[in-house]
């Protein structure tokens, strides 16, 4: 039994309808990813009660707490800008929800240390959130969310407006945390896609307000149940399928750079395990560090593909492993 | 989110204005609807269809237009200065230019008329200057109004604008700037278009202000060609009797200021929907042309609002008595703090200041606390019409007010003097209710919603939520609204006189009285201690505003 | 939480506090012999002559009197219109003989023949049936400053003369009742024909036509002008007080308009008897205090008035109108004139 269940959750909104199922399995760390205006903070509020569905139901531990308010699910919420309470010191702010709870002063003071410690910011308690920097303010928002001790965490673009580098460093703690609690299960919103693929357990995509795919992050990228997924979890081509003789009914076909070989000089290929394109012109370059994205053109079309070394060459053949392509049929993965 | 805890709350305001606002206006309205044979709609119709009606309209809004719109272009250089620099003075000048605002319209008569009159000040210096006997005649004209209007409103004006352009950020400006376009282009494509919604509400305030000026038109303005719908109404129900008249009058008064009210509405509504940056735009002074156009314009306005309330207090200290000497004289003084005995009314000046002082607190705690919770209200329910109702009292004049109040005081037969303070009070809440709200409805409605979720998700209560998070947020609005409203309450005549019945002295009614009895002199010195009064409090409202504003960002 | 609940407690507190007193003052005025009177502001305030002669009245008498004002009369007059038969006043005092054919309207007062009547000249008793007792009276009159450079006016017309440009404050009969006295004293000397041209002229001597006395006489004193209209009494505030015989006021040989206040008991009276009482005191103990303290003149022609008064000149000529007259015509009256005045 999984520890949240959204049962055919409905709700209209000008910018899309929300119409999806979704399962959260226990001490799991979820990311919901997807274009933004598709649902993802939308999703995220109704899970917290901050907003409710037009039909369906949310199930937590079997039990249905669709019409239960906030106050009472015992989810907790870190919001993209914060939302510290800018009357009170960073103690009063984490210690808040246990002043709600009544817990003794002197509990909630220690309590309030160890999840300073926790965010790596001991010793912050009496300062003003006026005066932190978005780092700090976020980790402080972190802390104050767990400290309501939660069964479920819910993280809105937490790290949004934070520079790349700080980024990194954030999203590796918030896994951290979520790691040294057994119990927490966490469920991420996030639009970027190397930060979900980094520390989740599973990644839902949302397009629209659908569930386009629940997997793994591995599953997601090797196995995209569709096209938009597909694109969505990384760089690929896609071509038509009639560019090729198949024996499968697709439409499209689909492959990663990584799958394909660029050779500048004739290469022994086997056409069975291979798709052989030559006379593929270099039209543009993207330089990785450890490898170079090439756009390719062939007869019209642009394929991608990764070479560790620049061609010399302006034509170069490519060879697309066979056993690495994806089948696509009306966007829906046939492989 | 189910709001019935936001919805308890803004039932008390509800309620009170139903009882202490519609109530007495439909009772004064609903004359107009009856003459001897019974309900009849002519009255009303006469009215609506009397080209004389619309002549009157026409007079009215034009004077309200001028006045408004003098106000707001003399109000913009200073705006700019003030929302763009950060001078030392600057809490000072807007806590003065506030005062105008508050005083009496006797008073500000009489101040304008020491000091711009033809044997006023300015006159006197130039006919000093050059050496002749001629006077400039800047009263008793139509510029004269204009003037009048403009020192009670340019504060206003300023005060609004400058509040909005220092919170626009500077990034879209600068965009500009980094593709080529020059300082004026800027401030017309761009700047002017972000202010616009704050200088039109600027606008219809002061142009519905104006709308209900009464004796400051025709005082100042000379003659009866400037006759405006209150002069009108006055007339039909005081000297000629007919109060049904009037009231059809008032109907046609009270839609026409409906209309501008929910115009108002809807654009300061759209005003507050741009982008607010948290921080302050102001930068320190640098260059001396800044320096040099900062001082000429505090001058300007230094002069031009202090003019006549510094000849209100110069006033103070002039006797015209024969028997105690011409001239300088403490006198007015020595009777308010007793060392001398006083003829007559200036024995109650301490009892006038304290009534007034404990009327303000009273009076400012209940608006607040009411535009509070009636704000909170309209922002979760996202309402217009919570708005404008809480806005209602200013689409009255408070002549018109008053008339109604005495239709409910003869419904509430009471001799005690409790009785009639608290009916003081809850008059002048009223009174103060919109301004109130017109300060505090933005704040709330700016505030940060998702701070009130994270606390929900952490457990918090509605109710708790409410005022342990979201009112600690509110603390320098709040302040702003308690000293408006304060200001207010001390310095409002007409439906006190109404309803206090003589038994409650407040020093507006004492000025009154002082006037009556040709004390010219007592009546300057009751004026300037409402001045000090007003402006200390003023003064610790902006300090405080300015500190929390300063912690928060 | 907190502010909450202290609010809720205040207002609590405030409201039964009200409601204590208002019971407890309820029964208290029914042990004493008490009377309720309606009057306007200057009356019962410091200055007015409420606070002497109240007291005097209610040692003398045993009556205790509960005095409510309001702004002026009219209103005063209007709230009673609206109370009907629960109103609680015995007396309303301050009605001019102008406002008078309201109050006859009304219904609303009793007829009162007072003793002290006998000293009062029959001039002044505007109302026949004794409903509305006069107990002052006011003469309008031009106030001419002494010194300064123009010369005094001797009659109406000369206020014509250029000499006079920007010397006069006239005020608007349709927000003031001095207004309106000036307006019914051109009336009754130039007639309806002939009026409005004297207005027309003036206006263009006139520096502002204020909107009621108190800021004429505001302006006046200040310097703006040399001329106000006012009233012949004005100058003996400035002698009794300030010993200074600057103001003058001018008396014309074409005559003066008078307007009288008087003093009314209701048909609703429970206390009839007091009432009565208090209102011959008024014309008897209470004329000289009450005539000083308006700046009028007592109704009782046998008041001993101070020397001052040798600054309130007599007119040989005094107009008055009568009260339902002036209700039938005011409207058309002051519609004329604003429309004579805007062109």
Redesign the interface.
């Known amino acids: 039994m999984s520890k949240l269940e959204l049962q055919k959750i409905q709700k209209d909104y000008p910018e899309f309808s929300l119409d999806l199922n979704l399962s959260v399995n226990e001490g799991e760390f979820l990311t919901i990813i997807g274009p933004s205006g598709s649902g993802k903070s939308t999703l995220l509020?109704i899970i917290?009660?901050?907003?409710?569905p037009a039909h369906g139901s949310i199930l937590l531990d079997g039990r249905d707490i669709t019409s239960t308010?906030?106050?009472?699910?015992g989810?907790?919420?870190v919001?993209q800008?914060y939302?510290?309470?800018?009357?009170m010191n960073v103690e009063k702010n984490i210690a808040?929800?246990m002043k709600?709870?009544k817990v003794k002063a002197s509990e909630r003071h220690s309590a309030a240390a160890q999840l300073l410690s926790l965010v790596n910011l001991s010793g912050y308690g009496k300062r003003?959130v006026?005066t932190l920097s978005g780092g700090e303010a976020q980790r402080v928002?972190l802390a104050?969310?767990l400290?309501?001790d939660p069964s479920i965490l819910l993280l809105d673009e937490p790290l949004s407006a934070l520079d790349a580098n700080l980024r990194r460093r954030l999203r590796d703690e918030v896994r951290r945390i979520h790691d040294s609690s057994p119990s927490l299960t966490t469920v991420y919103v996030t639009h970027d896609r190397e930060e979900a693929f980094a520390i989740s357990d599973r990644i839902a995509i949302i397009k629209d307000g659908r569930l386009e795919m629940a997997d793994t992050p591995e599953n997601i990228y090797r196995n995209p149940a569709t096209l938009f997924c597909a694109y969505f979890t990384g760089e690929g081509t896609a071509l038509s399928a009639d560019l090729f003789n198949l024996s499968i009914p697709a439409d499209t076909i689909f492959f990663r750079p990584e799958d394909v070989l660029v050779k500048e000089e004739p290469f022994f290929a086997d056409s069975d395990s291979y798709i052989i394109l030559d006379e593929c012109e270099v039209i543009s370059s993207e330089y990785l560090g450890r490898c170079y994205i090439l756009g390719l053109n062939y007869k019209g079309h642009r394929i991608l593909a990764e070479s560790s070394v620049f061609p010399q060459k302006r034509h170069v053949s490519i060879y697309i492993s066979k056993n690495r392509l994806l089948f696509f049929k009306d966007g829906v993965n046939i492989s | 989110?189910k709001s019935r805890f936001y919805f308890l709350l803004a039932l008390l305001p509800l309620a009170i204005l139903l009882v202490l606002f519609i109530l007495p206006l439909s009772f004064n309205l609903s004359k107009a609807f009856f003459n001897e044979e019974g309900f009849t709609l002519d009255l009303v119709r006469d009215v609506f269809t009397t080209p004389y009606t619309y002549r009157l309209l026409a007079f009215t809004l034009l004077q309200a237009f001028i006045s408004g719109f003098v106000s707001v272009l003399i109000a913009l250089p200073g705006a700019y200065l003030y929302a763009n620099y950060r001078f030392r003075t600057k809490n000072l000048m807007l806590s003065l230019s506030s005062l105008c605002f508050v005083l009496p319209s006797?008073l500000v008569?009489?101040g304008f008329?020491?000091f711009y009159?033809?044997?006023?000040f300015v006159n006197e210096l130039y006919r000093k200057i050059t050496g002749g006997s001629e006077s400039i005649?800047i009263?008793?004209s139509f510029k004269a109004i204009i003037l009048a209007h403009a020192f009670l409103n340019i504060p206003v004006a300023l005060s609004l604008i400058t509040d909005s352009w220092s919170n626009m950020s500077r990034n879209t400006e600068n965009a500009a700037r980094t593709l080529g376009a020059g300082n004026i282009r800027i401030f017309f494509s761009i700047t002017l278009t972000r202010l616009l919604p704050s200088i039109l509400s600027a606008f219809l305030l002061i142009f519905l202000f104006c709308f209900t000026s009464?004796?400051i038109i025709?005082?100042?303005?000379?003659?009866?060609?400037y006759?405006t719908l209150e002069?009108?109404i006055?007339?039909?129900?005081?000297?000629?009797?007919?109060?049904a008249r009037a009231s059809a009058l008032s109907i046609f008064t009270f839609i026409v200021n409906l209309a501008i009210l929910i115009i108002y509405t809807f654009i300061s509504r759209t005003a507050e929907n741009r982008d607010k940056s948290r921080e302050d735009r102001a930068v320190p002074v640098k260059s001396w042309k800044v320096r040099c156009a900062l001082l000429i314009y505090n001058t300007l306005m230094l002069i031009f609002i202090l003019g006549p309330i510094v000849s209100i207090i110069a006033r103070s200290f002039v006797s015209?008595?024969?028997?105690?000497g011409e001239g300088f004289s403490l006198r007015s003084y020595q009777e308010i703090f007793g060392t001398i005995s006083s003829?007559?009314?200036m024995?109650?000046a301490y009892t006038a200041l304290l009534n007034s002082i404990f009327i303000g607190l009273a009076v400012a705690a209940a608006a607040t606390?009411l535009a509070l919770f009636l704000s909170l209200y309209s922002s979760k329910k996202n309402s217009r019409l919570l708005e404008i109702t809480g806005m209602f009292p200013l689409a009255i004049s408070s002549v018109t007010l008053?008339?109604g109040y005495?239709?409910i005081?003869?419904?509430i037969?009471?001799?005690?003097?409790?009785?009639s303070y608290?009916l003081v009070i809850l008059a002048h809440l009223v009174i103060a209710l919109p301004f109130a709200m017109r300060t505090l409805s933005p704040a709330v409605r700016s505030g940060?919603r998702?701070?009130l979720?994270?606390?929900?998700?952490?457990?918090?209560?509605e109710?708790?939520t409410c005022?342990?998070?979201e009112?600690?947020?509110l603390?320098s609005s709040l302040a702003k609204a308690f000293i408006f409203s304060f200001a207010l309450s001390v310095g409002e005549v007409?439906a006190t006189?109404?309803l206090a019945?003589?038994r409650v002295?407040t020093l507006p009614?004492l000025l009154?009285?002082?006037?009556?009895?040709?004390n010219?002199q007592g009546a300057c010195a009751i004026g300037t201690i409402l001045i000090l009064t007003t402006f200390i409090i003023f003064s610790i409202s902006e300090k405080l505003g300015r500190r929390k504003h300063n912690?928060?960002? | 939480?907190?502010?909450?609940i202290i609010?809720t407690i205040m207002l609590v507190l405030?409201c039964s506090?009200?409601l204590f007193?208002?019971a407890?003052?309820?029964s208290?005025?029914a042990e004493e012999r008490s009377i309720?009177l309606y009057c306007y502001?200057?009356f019962?305030?410091?200055?007015g002559s409420g606070p002497t002669l109240i007291p005097l009245f209610e040692e003398e008498t045993g009556i205790k009197v509960?005095?409510?004002?309001?702004?002026?009369a009219?209103?005063m007059l209007?709230?009673a219109i609206?109370?009907g038969d629960?109103?609680?006043a015995d007396l309303i005092m301050g009605i001019s003989d102008d406002?008078a054919?309201?109050a006859y309207e009304s219904g609303l007062f009793t007829s009162y023949d007072s003793p002290a009547l006998e000293y009062v000249d029959d001039s002044l008793e505007f109302d026949p049936q004794h409903r509305l007792i006069p107990f002052d009276y006011g003469v309008f009159a031009f106030v001419w400053d002494s010194e300064s450079d123009v010369p005094a006016p001797t009659c109406l017309d000369d206020l014509k003369d250029p000499v006079y440009k920007?010397k006069i404050i006239l005020i608007?009969?349709?927000?003031s009742?001095v207004g309106?006295g000036l307006l019914m004293w051109t009336i009754d000397v130039y007639g309806e024909d002939g009026y409005l041209d004297w207005w027309k002229a003036v206006?263009e001597n006139?520096?502002?036509?204020?909107?009621?006395?108190?800021?004429?006489?505001?302006?006046f004193?200040?310097?703006?002008?040399p001329i106000v209209i006012s009233y012949t009494t004005s100058p003996v505030?400035?002698v009794l007080?300030?010993?200074?015989t600057r103001y003058q006021a001018l008396i014309f040989p074409e005559g003066h308009h008078m307007t009288i206040e008087s003093i009314g008991i209701l048909e609703s009276s429970d206390n009839k008897e007091e009432a009565e009482a208090f209102v011959d005191f008024i014309l008897t103990e209470g004329q000289a205090e009450t005539a000083i303290a308006n700046s009028m003149y007592p109704a009782n022609s046998q008041t001993e008035l101070p020397d001052a008064y040798e600054w309130a000149p007599m007119p040989d000529r005094v107009f008055s109108m009568d009260p339902d007259y002036v209700?039938a015509n005011?409207?058309r009256w002051?519609a004329e004139?604003?429309e004579a005045?805007?062109n």
């Not at chain 2, 015209?320 to 105690?324: A, D, F, L, M, N």
């Not at chain 2, 037969?413 to 009785?419: K, R, Y």
């Not at chain 3, 019962?44 to 200055?47: A, G, M, P, R, V």
Request: aromatic share 8%; proline share 3%; hydrophobic share 35%.
């Open positions: 509020n917290a009660g901050l907003d409710s308010p906030p106050q009472k699910r989810i907790s919420m919001f800008d939302a510290l309470f800018p009357s808040w929800a709600i709870r003003k006026t928002a104050r969310a400290s309501s | 989110m006797i008569v009489l008329v020491i009159g033809n044997s006023g005649k009263l008793y009464f004796s025709l005082v100042l303005g000379g003659g009866p060609e006759t002069v009108e006055y007339r039909t129900n005081n000297i000629v009797l007919d109060s015209t008595s024969k028997r105690y003829i007559g009314a024995g109650d606390v008053g008339l005495y239709i005081k003869a419904h037969q009471s001799d005690s003097i409790l009785v608290m940060n998702r701070i979720l994270a606390a929900y998700t952490l457990g918090t209560s109710a708790r005022f342990d998070i009112i600690p947020m603390k007409n006189l109404t019945e003589g002295i009614i009154y009285r002082l006037i009556n009895s040709y010219y912690e928060q960002t | 939480m907190k502010r909450h609010t405030l506090v009200s007193a208002q407890s003052s309820e208290a005025s309720t502001d200057t019962s305030s410091e200055w509960n005095v409510v004002s309001g702004g002026d009219v209103e209007s709230r609206i109370e629960s109103c609680p406002q054919s309201t920007d608007d009969p349709r927000t009742s309106l206006k006139a520096l502002t036509i204020a909107d009621g006395w108190s800021s004429a006489y505001g302006l004193t200040e310097g703006e002008a505030y400035h007080w300030e010993d200074s209700a005011i409207d002051t004139w604003t005045m805007i």
